[in-house]
């Protein structure tokens, strides 16, 4: 800068004092400082600080107080462990070798998703997720049932589409649609929970239809009361899984919008979250207790938004939760249903495996498979659990069906519910990585399970389930009480035959499948649409008049998995969240960058 010389000032600093000259620069000084540090403040932050900043300033893996160490540990990457990669190497193959896996600070709120490349993420997979012919099987019998079931997935996604579109379930007698208070005010809770299934059954137009609702339609600024529980299972892991699949950013940045307005649910003494979270006013809305398998069941999905955001606030949310049930004493080595998140103490001693219970368990072995079996503290949690289970739950009947009961402060309920059933696929897939006396005899008690619950669809008139079934007053896995005579289109039995077809490729799993799909077709299926039943046990059948969303997302799905080949969606890439969507295996060497360009063309 150039400063003319004025009349009457000396020209060395314009004719300032010392003293002067300080204050000014001080002020300067002040004045540059406070610009720069604003910068931290704005939203969004961190594309500023890219600017301004290296990229190895901007991420440092900061954790949270109290989760430290769990968090920590969960985030270490393969290279700091010396780790090898998915396909037993060690080499250094690949571009970006040198560069160290990136963390934001959980202060760094807000997407930062320029750092996950889905090209790298694809190269990472061992098997292309459609298989070598979208899991085509080679033979024309089970071909033919596989043909059958996606016929149903489109006279389902048919009549939504034409009766209830853009809102939540379809009522297929009335031919209208269904919002219901689950979800808070979103919508096309269906078109969320159908985006894969429709993709990996090849109905593009449907899919596009439906991916086209979520680019226009999908309003997630709605205001109201939702359950973070199902909001999380169908919302975020159905966009999470669309995303996985297909590639499609639109998807990956609507869950990433979700999963933050989810974040205040976990504003509680204890950061256990309470069970359901007003979207509109940003904070939690119930009182009272939470339930262990709506808060239990946040892993899988919430590790993955971390991974996609690179924010680590998603995990360090789950690993508090999982860090406060590892620390708490448990009756007899069991996790009772209902904890406070004030106290953080059980409210009340019942444990099931079925509803309330259920995917707990689930997400602490899928955690385990899912983290490319490194995350060893759900690994040594589900193998407590489960030695816990088999202690107190486990039972025979007189007539030789293995079943799970329930507990009630040490007393046992003999009773099964539907949604118990999904143990016998969860104790299947944790077989192998048990304690190796135990291997087999987890495979075996999976195999009970399941044919227990197929004996539960034998059992009654139309060849489907009930709600809950029972072993006392001469009850074997039958319902006793009228209001447990229900089936809601639920896929907890099949999902299992799903499983144990995998593991076991024992034929009578896909005659089991087939079974249902002729009862499903019998009895559930009406004019337009499917609808549950009151009573499984009469043929002259009323139905609930609603087509569930879990029925497109999971019943037939896993029907479709279960009539296809095994390299349609492989175990060893996949875990499935509790809704059935698919979500990949975070693979070690994705971080150690050793399978960078080996990438999987699309389908
Ligand atoms: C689904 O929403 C999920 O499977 C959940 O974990 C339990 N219940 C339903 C289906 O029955």
């Given at each position: 800068m150039v400063f003319r010389k004025l009349p009457g000032v000396s020209a060395s600093g314009m004719g300032l004092r010392l003293s002067q000259k300080f204050v000014f620069l001080l002020f300067l000084s002040g004045l540059v400082t406070l610009c720069f540090g604003a910068l931290f403040f704005l939203p969004d932050s961190v594309r500023l600080k890219r600017i301004f900043l290296s990229k190895t300033e901007i991420q440092p893996v900061t954790v949270g107080s109290g989760s430290e160490n769990d968090v920590r540990e969960h985030l270490k990457r393969p290279k700091e462990q010396g780790m090898t990669s998915a396909k037993g190497e060690t080499g250094t193959k690949g571009k970006s070798l040198s560069r160290k896996p990136s963390r934001a600070t959980s202060s760094d709120r807000g997407a930062n998703s320029d750092t996950f490349s889905y090209q790298k993420f694809r190269g990472c997979l061992l098997k292309a997720p459609l298989g070598r012919d979208n899991g085509k099987p080679g033979d024309p019998q089970t071909n033919e049932r596989r043909e059958k079931v996606k016929e149903m997935m489109k006279f389902?996604?048919?009549?939504?589409?034409?009766?209830?579109?853009?809102?939540?379930?379809?009522?297929?007698?009335?031919?209208?649609?269904?919002?219901?208070?689950?979800?808070?005010?979103?919508?096309?809770?269906?078109?969320?929970?159908?985006?894969?299934?429709?993709?990996?059954?090849?109905?593009?137009?449907?899919?596009?239809?439906?991916?086209?609702?979520?680019?226009?339609?999908?309003?997630?600024?709605?205001?109201?009361?939702?359950?973070?529980?199902?909001?999380?299972?169908?919302?975020?892991?159905?966009?999470?899984s669309a995303y996985y699949l297909t590639g499609e950013e639109l998807f990956k940045n609507k869950a990433m919008e979700l999963g933050e307005k989810l974040l205040p649910a976990f504003n509680t003494p204890t950061g256990i979250p309470r069970g359901v979270i007003n979207l509109g006013s940003w904070g939690w809305a119930s009182a009272g207790s939470s339930i262990l398998a709506e808060f239990g069941t946040l892993h899988l999905e919430f590790v993955h938004l971390t991974e996609l955001s690179n924010n680590p606030v998603y995990t360090e949310k789950v690993m508090n939760i999982r860090k406060l049930l590892n620390k708490i004493e448990k009756p007899h080595g069991l996790y009772p249903n209902f904890l406070s998140p004030v106290s953080g103490n059980w409210v009340q001693h019942h444990v099931s495996i079925g509803g309330l219970g259920d995917s707990f368990y689930e997400y602490l072995i899928k955690s385990y498979l899912m983290s490319d079996k490194t995350d060893d503290d759900a690994k040594r949690m589900y193998y407590g659990a489960l030695e816990a289970i088999e202690a107190n739950l486990v039972q025979k009947s007189p007539g030789g069906l293995t079943y799970m009961a329930e507990w009630r402060g040490g007393i046992l309920d003999h009773k099964m519910g539907h949604l118990a059933c999904f143990s016998g696929g969860m104790i299947g897939i944790g077989a192998d990585d048990g304690a190796p006396e135990k291997r087999q005899h987890y495979l075996d008690l999976a195999a009970e399970i399941t044919h227990t619950c197929h004996e539960s669809y034998t059992r009654s008139a139309t060849k489907l389930g009930p709600e809950a079934f029972r072993f006392d007053?001469?009850?074997?896995?039958?319902?006793?009480?009228?209001?447990?005579?229900?089936?809601?289109?639920?896929?907890?039995?099949?999902?299992?035959?799903?499983?144990?077809?995998?593991?076991?490729?024992?034929?009578?799993?896909?005659?089991?499948?087939?079974?249902?799909v002729e009862a499903l077709e019998q009895h559930c299926r009406v004019e337009s649409g499917f609808s549950g039943i009151r009573d499984v046990y009469t043929m002259t059948v009323s139905h609930d008049n609603m087509q569930q969303s879990f029925f497109l997302s999971e019943t037939l799905k896993y029907l479709y998995l279960l009539f296809s080949d095994d390299d349609l969606l492989p175990l060893e890439d996949w875990v499935f969240n509790t809704e059935a969507h698919p979500l990949p295996i975070i693979r070690k060497s994705f971080f150690s960058g050793a399978c960078y360009g080996l990438s999987i063309p699309f389908q």
């Open positions: 389902a996604w048919d009549n939504y589409k034409r009766y209830a579109w853009g809102k939540n379930e379809l009522r297929p007698l009335t031919r209208n649609g269904h919002i219901g208070n689950m979800f808070g005010g979103l919508r096309g809770a269906s078109i969320i929970d159908s985006l894969d299934t429709l993709y990996i059954m090849g109905l593009m137009e449907e899919y596009n239809d439906a991916k086209e609702w979520v680019q226009t339609n999908l309003d997630l600024n709605s205001n109201g009361e939702a359950s973070l529980f199902e909001v999380n299972i169908r919302y975020v892991g159905g966009l999470l007053g001469g009850a074997e896995a039958t319902a006793t009480r009228l209001s447990d005579r229900y089936y809601i289109l639920r896929p907890e039995v099949i999902e299992s035959y799903m499983y144990m077809w995998r593991l076991t490729h024992d034929p009578k799993y896909r005659e089991w499948g087939w079974e249902a």
